[in-house]
């Protein structure tokens, strides 16, 4: 069963940086197509980036210019380096995947971006 591990959530102020990891713990992750979603409180799950198996990346437009989205595929590893923070970027991070039969979630890591 793979699983996926994120980390590198914290408290910042606007304007600062964090870089969020997500570790991927099965063989195939070269070959997934990654993806970073928030959900902030009382708001819909967003997809903020996504990054596919050849590296080609997409963003959400309210993240354009301020996040970058990369994988390392000798370390399993999908980063979201986050730059600019503001206030509304607070929310809950979670890394997801597609294995071809069922979509597969992380616990994410908490960000909170204080004004």
């Known amino acids: 069963q793979v699983q996926l591990v994120e980390s590198g959530g914290g408290l910042v102020q606007a304007g600062g940086s964090l870089t969020l990891s997500c570790t991927h713990s099965?063989?195939?992750?070269?070959?997934?197509?990654m993806n970073w979603y928030r959900q902030a409180p009382g708001k819909q799950r967003e997809l903020v980036a996504a990054?596919?198996?050849?590296?080609?990346?997409n963003y959400a437009d309210s993240v354009k210019g301020r996040f970058t989205i990369s994988r390392d595929n000798a370390k399993n590893t999908v980063y979201l380096q986050m730059n600019s923070l503001k206030p509304e970027d607070t929310g809950r991070y979670h890394c997801?995947?597609?294995?071809?039969?069922?979509?597969?979630w992380g616990q994410g890591t908490q960000v909170t971006v204080s004004s």
């Open positions: 990054i596919t198996r050849g590296g080609s990346a």
């Open positions: 997801a995947t597609f294995n071809g039969l069922s979509s597969i």
């Open positions: 099965g063989s195939r992750f070269s070959i997934n197509d």
